[in-house]
């Protein structure tokens, strides 16, 4: 199971941590990915990271501004997320890597609204 | 990087067989059988449905099936159910600058 928490009304600028408890796999085993759908549009692949943290990718629109993160003792996934913009207005879901390039289980998401 | 293309819609009435296209470069689905599709229902969360072009996941109906031609990765739903009423996403690994995920901009799939 995986639940997302942190999302909300953010100004644009501001920043904003979004967590994930992972729960009934063996959390550390697993590359994990955040992805997001902006309202009424399909899925962007945000970023992903292995394991044990040492590997980690963004989509070039979030570079510099997002960072991703885990904890593997508390089976936890997180996004922090700085100099939010409009176009970051998104639901947020982070799901595990089945180890074949694709998510084979995705939390419910959380919602992130940037606006002034 | 570039979302892969795939169509608006697609319809079909129940118990007929429609396909979904998903076109991209060399550079993604040309380049790796890195390739899944998901559906989506309104309010959910993805589900995987297919990954590594072909391959389907435990509990999956093998009435989805999945190929791919050169630059183009396609879905196949045999045996359409109400039920299949969704929408559908390709995905493909892709090497630009950094290793990447690009999805497709996801197909409404209307069972008449």
């Known amino acids: 199971q995986l639940v997302e928490s942190g999302g909300g009304l953010v100004q644009p600028g501001g920043s904003l941590k979004l967590s994930c408890a992972a729960s009934g796999f063996s959390f550390s085993n697993f590359w994990m990915t955040w992805a997001r759908q902006a309202p009424g549009q399909g899925l962007e692949w945000v970023a992903n990271i292995n394991g044990d943290g040492s590997k980690i990718f963004y989509v070039d629109a979030v570079k510099g501004r997002f960072t991703i993160s885990r904890d593997n003792a508390k089976s936890s996934l997180y996004l922090q997320m700085s100099s939010l913009r409009a176009e970051d207005t998104a639901v947020y879901y982070c799901?595990?890597?089945?180890?074949?390039?694709?998510?084979?289980?995705w939390g419910q998401g959380t919602r992130v609204t940037v606006s002034s | 990087q570039s979302a892969l293309t795939q169509p608006a819609s697609v319809s079909g009435s129940p118990g007929q067989s429609i396909t979904i296209s998903c076109t991209g470069t060399?550079?993604?689905?040309?380049?790796?059988?890195?390739v899944a599709w998901y559906q989506q229902h309104p309010g959910k969360a993805p589900k995987l449905m297919i990954y590594?072009?072909?391959d389907r996941p435990s509990g999956v109906s093998n009435r989805f099936s999945g190929s791919k031609s050169g630059n183009t990765a396609s879905l196949i739903i045999s045996g359409l159910q109400v039920e299949d009423e969704a929408d559908y996403y390709c995905?493909?690994?892709?090497?630009?600058?950094?290793?990447?995920?690009?999805f497709g901009a996801g197909t409404k799939v209307t069972v008449l």
């Open positions: 799901a595990r890597d089945n180890g074949h390039f694709s998510a084979d289980f």
């Open positions: 995905s493909s690994y892709a090497t630009i600058t950094t290793p990447a995920f690009v």
């Open positions: 060399s550079s993604d689905v040309g380049g790796y059988n890195h």
């Open positions: 590594e072009v072909s």
